[in-house]
């Protein structure tokens, strides 16, 4: 048995009820005890070929059960996982690899050629490289091949729970990615957090993974959870609205994650009520705001929706709003999970009244310990022991929290502070409007003008200034849009938060990119 570390998860699971089936991938269904065997083989394996306690080893795979095996793997071995997003471009990946000091690299074989281009960088230091499902190359291994090699017998190493387990890249927005160092408390904090919520995870749990797992979000919210609970999680390589609400009723799921742009394109799935969603006792969202018409839709559907907040550095829940409050406190992202500590703060970090705008702060167990290779971004970020999120935002008297933007997104014309999110809100009630996003672009006179960057419903028509006219009905005027753009959709990352800096260069010029 693993002696430490989320890889004593598998271990103790197939211990206590081995048959129980952790992971569906395609036609494999794969139980606790082959997972543990199978991780066993490829850590004795991955150690043959010079991993050990620290290495990092970065994979560059698609949702499968292989990304959840060497991850695995290698926390048994106390090495240090990197996931890499595959739809970076190589020399982005060739970054990561680098500012990782990635010594071993696993990934999947459709994206070999990904994978072999980002090698081909300056300066690679990677040693071991395995494809899974692929045709390896010279200096290559095959991933199935080399794992059945591997002893199925525990290796024994300590693991503690202070050691780093994975190096997870923020977007990097605003500048280079930075890696957040998260270690198997941070992990497991975050596990025991979504535990202590209302509903929590039970054993009997069943959830399709398809958000992506390189991101926090898709690791995080349920796939842990349910590992360590000994649940069931069908994984699906990319999203496809009809087929993710085939699996989820195939699978009989009880808890489900979306991003917010995910729930919204199920919502267009022709008979969406033929499908049985009849054992979905949780839905939950996050990694972009809601728009309150997805929340309606499916409430109306009789399905229970939770909203929670969190990022990568939070491992990644920092507040939820739960089922009974959806409602009564729309537009809020709720109240700090159970072990998480939460405050708005001003420039100068004294706390701000109630309903008053600050940035949120946070601590507790589960937030990361810092920026891989970056001292000078970690004591900034971790001023006077509490986390800066970059998020502004207001705690009423009841302790629920809704942020009102970015600080880096807000828009300051003609000297008054205007908040996207706040303009968004309104400008989604409009019936044409499917999508929206409000970004700040330059203007000589007001330093910066709001502008909407608008997809619309199918069929749909609206003029630009019955938009803006819709808005300065409800808002002030200096809030409102004084430019609308149309778009077939808007763009967004992997996770599903919408790029809001292409938008900005895309339509305001490389000057209206505002950094802050």
């Known amino acids: 048995?693993?002696?430490?570390?989320?890889?004593?998860?598998?271990?103790?699971?197939?211990?206590?009820?081995?048959?129980?089936?952790?992971?569906?991938?395609?036609?494999?269904?794969?139980?606790?005890?082959?997972?543990?065997?199978?991780?066993?083989?490829l850590a004795s394996a991955l150690r043959g070929l010079g991993v050990r306690h620290g290495t990092r080893v970065a994979g560059l795979l698609v949702n499968s059960a292989a990304f959840l095996e060497a991850m695995f793997a290698t926390a048994k071995l106390g090495a240090v996982f990197v996931p890499i997003n595959f739809r970076l471009a190589a020399p982005e990946v060739s970054f990561l690899l680098a500012d990782s000091g990635a010594d071993?690299?696993?990934?999947?074989?459709?994206?070999?050629?990904?994978a072999r281009a980002a090698l081909a960088g300056d300066g690679m230091q990677v040693r071991t490289r395995l494809v899974v499902g692929g045709e390896p190359t010279d200096g290559e291994h095959d991933f199935e091949q080399l794992l059945t090699g591997g002893a199925p017998r525990p290796l024994g190493i300590d693991v503690a729970q202070r050691d780093l387990c994975c190096l997870m890249y923020t977007s990097g927005t605003t500048g280079r990615p930075k890696g957040a160092m998260l270690t198997h408390d941070n992990l497991l904090w975050s596990v025991i957090n979504t535990l202590s919520a209302e509903r929590g995870i039970r054993m009997t749990d069943r959830t399709v993974t398809v958000a992506p797992l390189f991101h926090i979000g898709g690791l995080g919210v349920h796939t842990l959870p349910l590992l360590y609970m000994g649940g069931t999680t069908a994984i699906m390589s990319a999203f496809d609205p009809e087929q993710t609400l085939a699996a989820m009723a195939r699978e009989r799921v009880t808890v489900q994650f979306l991003v917010p742009a995910m729930w919204a394109a199920l919502m267009t799935v022709p008979g969406f009520e033929n499908y049985d969603l009849s054992a979905l006792e949780l839905a939950v969202t996050g990694g972009a705001p809601c728009p309150l018409p997805v929340l309606e839709y499916f409430r109306d559907k009789g399905v229970p929706f939770q909203e929670g907040f969190g990022m990568t550095e939070t491992a990644p829940g920092a507040t939820l709003l739960d089922v009974d409050h959806v409602k009564e406190k729309a537009?809020?992202?709720?109240?700090?999970?159970?072990?998480?500590?939460?405050?708005?703060?001003?420039?100068?970090?004294?706390d701000v009244p109630v309903d008053q705008v600050g940035e949120l702060v946070v601590r507790g167990p589960n937030v990361f310990t810092g920026y891989w290779g970056l001292p000078e971004a970690t004591a900034d970020a971790f001023r006077g022991g509490w986390f800066h999120t970059g998020d502004l935002g207001r705690m009423d008297a009841e302790g629920f929290i809704t942020l009102v933007d970015r600080k880096k997104d807000m828009i300051i014309s003609g000297g008054e502070n205007v908040y996207p999110i706040e303009v968004e809100q309104v400008l989604y009630r409009h019936?044409?409007?499917?999508?929206?996003?409000?970004?700040?672009?330059?203007?000589?006179r007001w330093g910066e003008t709001p502008i909407a960057v608008v997809a619309l419903n199918d069929g749909a028509h609206v003029a630009d200034d019955e938009l803006i006219g819709y808005a300065r009905e409800r808002?002030?005027?200096?809030?409102?849009?004084?430019?609308?753009?149309?778009?077939?959709e808007l763009p967004r990352n992997a996770t599903g938060k919408v790029l809001k800096t292409t938008l900005r260069r895309n339509y305001g010029g490389n000057e209206a990119a505002v950094q802050r």
């Not at 809030?479 to 609308?484: G, L």
């Open 1 to 41: 048995m693993a002696t430490g570390g989320i890889g004593s998860w598998i271990s103790r699971r197939a211990y206590l009820c081995g048959d129980r089936i952790a992971l569906i991938d395609g036609d494999a269904r794969i139980s606790y005890a082959e997972f543990d065997r199978r991780t066993n083989q």
């Open 104 to 114: 071993a690299f696993v990934w999947s074989g459709r994206l070999s050629a990904l």
């Open 331 to 350: 537009g809020s992202i709720g109240r700090p999970v159970f072990h998480l500590q939460a405050r708005i703060v001003d420039e100068d970090d004294r």
């Open 431 to 444: 019936p044409a409007v499917r999508e929206v996003a409000v970004v700040g672009v330059a203007h000589p």
């Open 475 to 488: 808002l002030a005027h200096f809030k409102c849009p004084t430019r609308v753009e149309y778009v077939a």
